[in-house]
């Protein structure tokens, strides 16, 4: 399996910041990264594909980047929204593994 | 508009078996690239990928469950049933089916395909205890 290492596990920040996750792949896995955000008890929402692909309607102020091993979920102008927690996940080769998740908490 | 619904029981006892179903709408399985997964997130935990299957009825499972999962699709009746045998108390999560779909990327030199779940079920809260 693939493993996918996310830091910081958590994180605080005020309405307004940037912030930075990173995802770490055990191996390469070239640009076939996905990005989930999922606030308490609901079930996750499709960000990103490709690494840097917006899914229709994401806004903007997500961003992502990286290709092989390591990667980055930018997020700009936090919103009140946004707090939550994020996954990566790869789809390089099944299974496609999550990441432990980053929490976006509130300043 | 794409939909899925979890539904089987909510609790079960250590050793029996689990039958959950995933009924969609809005899509079929029976068009190219489509598939549907099985996620499970225990409570305050991480997402865990269980199974996958395609439109052409390929199946993938996780290494450390495969013995115990079996994934099963009817797309006459657009539902996916997973079963999991020797249900333990750490198999105590939430269980998510989520549609898998692909896209395509061009460049000048490639077109790279990327799989993706983009439309997940509420979930369904599995208890195991005696």
């Known amino acids: 399996d693939i493993q996918m290492t996310q830091s910081p596990s958590s994180l605080s920040a005020s309405v307004g910041d940037s912030i930075v996750i990173t995802c770490r792949a055990s191996q390469s896995i070239d640009s076939s990264l996905n990005w989930y955000q999922q606030k308490p008890g609901k079930a996750p929402k499709f960000l990103m594909f490709?690494?840097?692909s917006l899914q229709d309607g994401v806004p903007s102020r997500f961003s992502g980047s990286g290709s092989g091993t390591d990667f980055t979920l930018t997020i700009t102008s936090l919103q009140p929204e946004d707090f939550a927690t994020y996954y990566c996940q790869q789809s390089y080769s099944t299974p496609y593994t999550f990441g432990q998740g980053t929490k976006v908490e509130m300043k | 508009q794409i939909t899925l619904k979890e539904s089987g029981p909510t609790l079960v006892k250590p050793t029996q078996t689990l039958t959950l179903t995933c009924s969609f709408s809005g899509f079929s399985l029976s068009t190219s690239g489509v598939g549907v997964g099985w996620i499970r997130q225990p409570p305050g935990k991480a997402l865990e990928w269980l199974a996958l299957?395609?439109?052409?009825?390929?199946?993938r499972y996780s290494p450390s469950l495969r013995s115990r999962l079996t994934i099963t699709k009817d797309s006459s009746k657009n539902q996916v049933v997973l079963t999991m045998t020797n249900m333990d108390p750490v198999d105590t999560a939430t269980y998510f089916c989520?549609?898998?779909?692909?896209?395509?990327?061009?460049?000048?030199?490639?077109?790279?395909?990327?799989?993706?779940?983009?439309?997940w079920g509420q979930g369904i809260l599995v208890s195991v205890s005696s």
């Open positions: 299957i395609y439109w052409d009825d390929d199946k």
């Open positions: 989520a549609r898998k779909d692909q896209r395509v990327l061009y460049s000048y030199d490639s077109n790279d395909s990327y799989d993706f779940f983009d439309y």
């Open positions: 490709a690494a840097s």
